[in-house]
């Protein structure tokens, strides 16, 4: 993906953390105007890349994410994301047609809960696998035939031209495809966050037990987070890295880094120069913007 030239200042860590002396350079902005285009993309295992939003992708990578919160394949989380780029483009909406509503246009007039609970992502996308699990057979099924099964849908064959943008994202965030599968180019973070809401927003996507997160290095603009996986299995690490790009636009990511591999927010991706002690996923989070 092409950067257009920003002014970003580099904060460098330095501190002690499991056991040794970690360092990462974090890219927080300055007062300087940025010309990036808030958009991510996502590139298949057949090497097909795909262009959507921050906006979509954050949603994309949560809905994946759920998907395997509620213990559902990869292709049940590609179902997942096909469906809502089908109803919605990705777009958590508060419009549709009669009482649709949200990612998967749920209504409520037709017992998909309150309009608050189908315009909550993380809601309306447990209430469409809980839907899909019940669907006997889904799993041997087309994705349109799966998510026509769910949404009942006037245009039931909509969903297979979503099918392998839906693969892709769902792959990247199952860790089926490697880091750097998502790339962002995104404009300067103007609402900062907290280590505590990253590690809400993990727990909330995927469930709990599936990550930890502890806090390797810190100053006054920025955190350094360390993410590993319960599991222990390199392919949940390559999920979470993957993941963190794609919601770096909502949860005020800075950097992202997985092995030799390094993701800067007005840089992309690019080959990490620093050595590193830590062995799962570095995400900088920003806490703190200039005036």
Excluded at 212 to 239: C, H, M, P, W
Excluded at 269 to 277: D, K, L, S
Aim: glycine share 10%; with cysteine; proline share 2%.
């Amino acid at each position: 993906m092409a950067r257009s030239g920003g002014f970003w200042a580099g904060v460098v860590f330095a501190g002690a953390a499991v056991g040794a002396v970690v360092g990462t350079t974090l890219f927080v902005a300055n007062n300087h105007p940025v010309t990036h285009d808030d958009m991510c993309i996502v590139t298949g295992a057949d090497g097909d890349t795909y262009a959507r939003t921050a906006e979509a992708a954050n949603n994309a990578a949560l809905v994946a994410a759920v998907g395997e919160r509620r213990n559902l394949s990869t292709f049940g989380s590609t179902i997942g994301v096909a469906t809502a780029i089908q109803e919605s483009g990705l777009r958590n909406l508060d419009y549709g047609d009669r009482d649709s509503l949200g990612l998967f246009q749920q209504r409520p007039s037709q017992g998909w809960g309150t309009i608050e609970e189908v315009t909550d992502p993380h809601y309306a996308s447990l209430a469409f696998y809980w839907r899909l699990k019940k669907t006997e057979g889904w799993e041997d099924m087309r994705v349109t035939d799966a998510a026509q099964a769910v949404q009942r849908s006037g245009f039931p064959e909509a969903y297979e031209e979503h099918a392998a943008e839906g693969a892709a994202w769902a792959e990247a965030v199952r860790g089926d495809t490697p880091f750097a599968a998502i790339d962002c180019d995104l404009r300067a973070i103007d609402s900062p966050s907290t280590a505590k809401d990253f590690a809400g927003r993990i727990e909330a996507d995927y469930g709990k037990n599936r990550y930890t997160v502890v806090v390797l290095a810190r100053n006054e603009r920025a955190v350094l987070l360390g993410v590993n996986a319960v599991s222990g299995e390199a392919k949940d690490l390559d999920a979470i890295a993957n993941w963190s790009v794609a919601v770096a636009g909502e949860e005020a990511v800075a950097s992202v880094r997985l092995g030799d591999s390094e993701w800067l927010r007005e840089q992309g991706v690019t080959e990490a120069t620093t050595a590193h002690a830590f062995d799962g996923v570095r995400v900088g989070v920003v806490t703190s913007v200039a005036d």
